[in-house]
């Protein structure tokens, strides 16, 4: 049978301007423009992707996606985001493979057990399902799990939280792209952006290697590079660490593990994919660095941890190890600004190696917020000026601290 | 190359020994007409740069000492102390 293929988004020639112009082709950057053209009628745009789509973390990442945050600013974004996967699923008539599995946060101590109870109360607060189980619980959830006082760090118990699960994360990329692409936008790959221009104190357009663009705003959604981007074109730092995170899967197995599974304690986290491979993600290498670098370090990081908690693995082998860049900020917490240190300019990064999960919701106030120029409620809480006034979010508590500091 | 960090009284050392200790900013600003803007700069503002900078260290897992060196952010390799014209960008 003759099989046609056809492109998902259409090539369009530079223009030389556009209404909003997006730096990075990743989850926020085509979430954004697909919104801003959807639903705001602004389909004059360009997203400006220095590579090809989905170079950045939003090809590299886990997938994984959960509401069980513990602050008062974090919890409604990340339980919108939830929302949103069968609806855009059918928006964007594109599968986007949300494997509904439950996420369990499994703990070691007592302390970790009792800093939980304040995550599921939040949660709850905001209507949003989790709950705290002990370990015969997990036994019965998870069969393969070691619940003996064999590991080093047994497991006491866990926050079950049914919501989360995996969304296939290149069908995400692909269909906001097919849908930014339907609305009008503009997708523009192995193009660069390499300047702002600012005209009395406004944003007048973006240089890129291909040529100049006339616009009144830019989003910056270049993800790890944003603030290299931010620093070096507008003078602007922020308060970032961009540092590598590593990944890997194994070969496939028989289905062992139903559900996302992770711990804080052995800085690990695993789920098993839909082909078989358990997928498993690490603690952030300590160095500062813009390469996507793998080390065998944390091939036997991983190897240790996982058989600690899953000793059915032991002698698995991993089949593919790959690495990518997390912007961090000090309180795990995004930047999201609008009109500073310039009108028209905007921001949305900083979301380090969580911000898979809620690239489509904020995609979608994003956009309000460039349309509008006036920044939504839900993202208030996110502007840089909280560090200004030291009033940084609690995402940590005593769960991890994931800063270059450890 | 494995990834190593020169510690001043160790010599050559695996990376995963140390902890990254922030990009130089130069010294703490004085108390005298600090304002939360500078303190902010001071502790929280990166140069995020791509590129050759100046940075603190500490010998986690061996000597305990706190020191400088230069390092490539884009190859993620320790450098020699770069020439002075091309380190204008440096602190
Ligand atoms: C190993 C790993 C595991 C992760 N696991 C999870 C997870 O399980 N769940 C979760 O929620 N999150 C996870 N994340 C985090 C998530 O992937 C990122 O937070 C997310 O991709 C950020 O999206 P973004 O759109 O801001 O940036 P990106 O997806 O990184 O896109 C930025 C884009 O900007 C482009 N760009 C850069 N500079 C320029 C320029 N000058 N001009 C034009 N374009 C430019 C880049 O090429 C890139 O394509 C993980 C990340 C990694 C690396
Ligand atoms: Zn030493």
């Known amino acids: 049978m003759a099989h046609k293929t056809k492109r998902l988004w259409k090539y369009q020639p530079l223009k030389s301007s556009y209404d909003a112009v997006i730096i990075g082709g990743g989850l926020h950057g085509l979430a954004t423009a697909y919104f801003l053209a959807k639903k705001h009628g602004l389909s004059n745009v360009a997203v400006i992707e220095k590579r090809y789509i989905g170079f950045g973390g939003a090809g590299r990442n886990t997938a994984i996606v959960r509401a069980n945050q513990r602050t008062q600013e974090n919890l409604p974004l990340y339980r919108e985001a939830l929302q949103l996967w069968p609806v855009l699923t059918k928006e964007l008539d594109f599968n986007l493979m949300f494997h509904n599995c439950g996420n369990l946060n499994l703990f070691h101590s007592e302390a970790a057990m009792k800093a939980a109870r304040l995550n599921t109360a939040s949660g709850q607060f905001h209507g949003i399902k989790s709950h705290l189980i002990d370990a015969e619980e997990c036994k019965r959830m998870v069969p393969a799990l070691d619940i003996s006082d064999r590991p080093r760090y047994p497991i006491l118990g866990a926050m079950y939280h049914p919501p989360g699960g995996i969304v296939r994360h290149d069908a995400v990329v692909w269909g906001l792209a097919k849908g930014a692409s339907k609305h009008g936008a503009h997708i523009h790959q192995g193009t660069e952006v390499t300047g702002i221009e600012v005209y009395k104190g406004k944003v007048a357009g973006v240089h890129t290697d291909k040529g100049k663009i006339k616009t009144p705003r830019v989003l910056n959604a270049a993800g790890a590079y944003s603030a290299d981007i931010s620093s070096r074109l507008l003078g602007a730092k922020l308060p970032i660490s961009v540092l590598t995170i590593q990944a890997m899967v194994t070969q496939p197995l028989k289905p062992l593990l139903n559900h996302v599974v992770s711990s804080g304690a052995y800085h690990c986290y695993a789920n098993q994919t839909l082909k078989g491979e358990i997928a498993t993600g690490a603690h952030m290498d300590p160095w500062p660095n813009y390469t996507n670098e793998t080390t065998a370090h944390y091939i036997k990081h991983q190897a240790e941890a996982l058989t600690e908690f899953l000793p059915c693995l032991a002698g698995v082998k991993f089949m593919r190890i790959w690495g990518g860049l997390a912007d961090m900020t000090p309180d795990m917490a995004p930047i999201i600004d609008g009109n500073e240190p310039v009108e028209g300019y905007y921001i949305d990064c900083g979301w380090g190696y969580f911000g898979f999960k809620s690239s489509t919701v904020t995609g979608k106030y994003m956009a309000r917020y460039m349309a509008e120029g006036r920044c939504p409620e839900i993202l208030k809480p996110f502007a840089l000026s909280r560090f200004k006034e030291h009033r940084l979010m609690g995402e940590t508590a005593a769960l991890v601290n994931y800063t270059p500091d450890n | ?91």
């Not at chain 2, 960090?5 to 010599?11: A, E, F």
């Open chain 2, 1 to 91: 190359m494995s990834r190593t960090i020169t510690c001043p009284v160790c010599g050559r050392r695996n990376g995963y020994e140390f902890r990254f200790g922030g990009e130089d900013k130069g010294p703490r600003p004085e108390e005298e007409g600090m304002s939360p803007e500078k303190w902010f700069e001071y502790t929280h503002l990166n140069d995020c740069k791509a590129g050759i900078r100046k940075e603190w260290w500490f010998h986690r897992d061996g000597c305990g000492v706190w020191f400088t060196i230069f390092r490539d952010t884009a190859s993620n390799r320790e450098v020699v102390r770069p020439p002075e014209r091309e380190l204008e960008a440096v602190p």
